[in-house]
């Protein structure tokens, strides 16, 4: 077999005529990795679980009461008209934000909680460059006997210094959400110039990236709870935006078309 193969190179037949040099090294495989957005809501997750929240889910077809009206969001208010989403048979949709997660922690045990609620959600959107008719999002909710709007500001604050540095300035502002009050956007100082400001803060040296306040009483009433002997406050964000910002992606549609030029650079 040795001669063989000796007068077959000799010979220049077989593999060698084809121009193949078995002694360079076999292709790599293709490795895939984890989403952008899974890395990104395990660094979330992880942050809170450090600051004694558990993770609590729901499933993404609710009910208006869920969705709305536990949360003081009647059919007639105007709010409902930024939470457009897509109707189902039966009065069933699928849930705007994973707020309904809250709804249903609150229905099942007393306090004290203090939970996070990540997730998908979806809304009627145009998608675009910031914009997706699905998308992600991670809220909060905490409940107890003396929960206070301090609290809010320090577990906020304590989880945007972890996110991106303890040199990040953090700015809370007055806002709006009809179920919390009093209610606060909670903004950073723009990551990409520093706070001088640029076109990805507006000019303004500040990025808008969550809304927080406290839970309004009707929310308790609706859940069943006194909101005299309980208090609590909540907060949301969106993940993509995070994971855009961490990532320093201009363009939201890239995290769901599953290209992997793409994946393979973040």
Not at 38 to 50: C, D, M, N
Not at 61 to 88: G, K, Q
Request: with cysteine.
């Amino acid at each position: 077999l040795l001669d063989a193969a000796r007068q077959r190179i000799a010979s220049g037949s077989g593999s060698e005529r084809a121009g193949l040099d078995v002694t360079l090294p076999g292709r790599a495989p293709w490795v895939g990795r984890r989403h952008p957005l899974k890395r990104t809501f395990e660094r979330l997750e992880r942050i809170f679980l450090g600051l004694g929240f558990q993770v609590a889910e729901g499933p993404h077809v609710e009910d208006e009461f869920h969705n709305f009206d536990a949360l003081n969001i009647p059919a007639e208010h105007p709010s409902r008209d930024a939470w457009d989403t897509f109707y189902l048979e039966g009065g069933l949709l699928l849930r705007t934000h994973t707020s309904p997660v809250q709804i249903r922690e609150m229905q099942s045990r007393r306090p004290p909680i203090r939970i996070i609620a990540p997730g998908r959600v979806f809304r009627n959107e145009t998608p675009d460059a910031s914009h997706a008719a699905e998308f992600y999002q991670l809220e909060g909710l905490a409940v107890g006997h003396d929960v206070r709007f301090g609290e809010l500001k320090g577990v906020l604050t304590s989880f945007l210094h972890e996110l991106f540095g303890s040199d990040v300035g953090v700015r809370f502002r007055a806002g709006f959400f009809p179920f919390t009050e009093p209610s606060t956007e909670v903004d950073i100082a723009c990551v990409v110039c520093g706070g001088e400001g640029c076109p990805v803060c507006k000019r303004t040296g500040w990025v808008e990236l969550l809304g927080a306040g406290m839970v309004d009483p009707r929310v308790f009433e609706a859940v069943g709870y006194d909101p005299d002997e309980v208090t609590g406050y909540a907060f949301g964000l969106g993940v993509d935006r995070i994971c855009m910002m961490l990532s320093g992606m201009d363009d939201i549609r890239l995290l769901l078309e599953n290209d992997t030029r793409f994946l393979k650079t973040v």
